[in-house]
Each structure stands twice: as C-alpha cells, then as structure tokens.
C-alpha cells in the first residue's frame, strides 16, 4: 500500500509564477515529512522539511504546508526558475524510522 | 568532496550473475540506509544500518540481497543471480538522527541494468 501519494506526475508552470506541488499520506503516526528535489543522474538532495507540530515552514522561495486533518502537505515555490524544474518528492516518517516517500512529481519551469 | 560516495555509477551485468555496489557514507555520519528506485517511481526502502549493525532488513526484496558495514564505515549492497527484475537505481543515504528530525543524505546511486 502506497502510504505516501503524490496524485500529479507532472506539473507545467510559466517562470515567475508560483508552483504548487501536493502531497498526500494515510498513516497517523508521521511526524516528519520532507521535500527532496532530484535533477537526472543525481541523487535526491533535501530541499525541506516541518514538523507535525507545525503547520507552515519557509525558506527562502520555498514553502511547505501541512494539514494534519487532511493528511496532505504541499511545496510553494514562488517564484517558479527554470533551474527549479527537476522531480519533487514528497517523504515522510515516524518516530525516526525510515523515510517513506512518493512517487514523484515532476516540475518543469518554462521561461 | 564530502558527500556520499557510490561506485561504480552504472553497471551492466548479466542475468544470473552476482553484483556488489560500495557507498562511501559522510564520515560523521552513523547511519546508512540502502534504497532501491524503479523509473517513475519514489525511492523504496531496502535496509539500513547504525554503525556496524544492521537494524532492519525486512525489505530486502529477496535473499538474492545482502548488505554490509562490516566496520561501520562504507557498506556494501550485493545481489546474487541477478534478475532483468532488478534492473533499476540503488541509493545510498547518511545521516545523524537528532532526535526525530532525520534528514537524509544520499549519494548519486548505482544505476544496475541486468540484461
């Protein structure tokens, strides 16, 4: 069973504006939840993260938001460069235990 | 370059015969995790390691796989008598768990094609 769920495979954004990018989880017991970003031939390199007992955690361009009742976060990335068009993953965990991630989603920034 | 190292960085291999990958993990780093990634899909976990001690190893994907960190510094993924099945990129990740904040760090992968 997929526990962690991203619905879109692909999104499409013009440069400047904002990407939006969703995730969704079954398991109650997650606590932390990350992004990572994934360029070809490259591993996955972290991007993100928030807490359970947080609803909002920003960095720079990027922000992450969490809805617990909802078990759904997303990845705000305002503006939108060309260099950020890569695959998003969206992961998760439980009191340490390992990460469980998403299928992906992949973003391509169009200038 | 402090990152986490994986060689070699392709493999192609033929069905039936044995491979080992190396990760090089980041030298403070006590954790080392072994992830498996099938094209379109998100990576999926196969076993991790505190130190020299292998603490979870369930989701090997079959006794065909094996690790080691035999002195809790590089480890070793080996999958004997390959299959076309098992064609896919082995990720490698370090980190320090700092109480429930864990984030991973993950080498560039073996990208394994069995033929």
């Known amino acids: 069973d997929q526990q962690v769920k991203q619905n879109s495979p692909s999104l499409s954004v013009q440069e400047g504006r904002i990407s939006i990018l969703n995730c969704d989880y079954t398991n109650s017991m997650f606590d932390y939840f990350l992004w990572y970003k994934k360029y070809p031939a490259e591993g996955p390199t972290f991007l993100i993260s928030i807490s359970s007992i947080k609803d909002k955690n920003e960095d720079g361009r990027f922000t992450v938001f969490l809805n617990k009742s909802a078990k759904h976060l997303s990845l705000h990335i305002v503006p939108s460069q060309p260099g950020d068009s890569a695959v998003y993953f969206c992961a998760a965990s439980s009191a340490g235990n390992m990460l469980t991630f998403g299928g992906g989603t992949r973003l391509m920034v169009k200038p | 370059d402090t990152g986490v190292s994986q060689n070699p960085r392709h493999k192609i291999t033929k069905r039936g015969q044995n491979v080992t990958f190396r990760c090089d993990p980041i030298?403070?780093?006590?954790?080392l995790y072994w992830y498996r990634q099938t094209l379109g899909q998100g990576p999926e976990f196969l076993t991790y390691f505190q130190n020299e001690a292998q603490l979870e190893k369930s989701r090997l994907l079959s006794d065909r796989f094996s690790a080691e960190r035999p002195k809790g510094s590089f480890s070793t993924l080996e999958i004997q008598r390959t299959e076309q099945g098992d064609s896919a990129m082995y990720l490698c990740a370090s980190s320090v768990p700092t109480g429930l904040r864990e984030k991973l760090f993950f080498g560039s992968g073996t990208q394994l094609s069995v033929l």
């Open positions: 030298s403070e780093h006590n954790r």
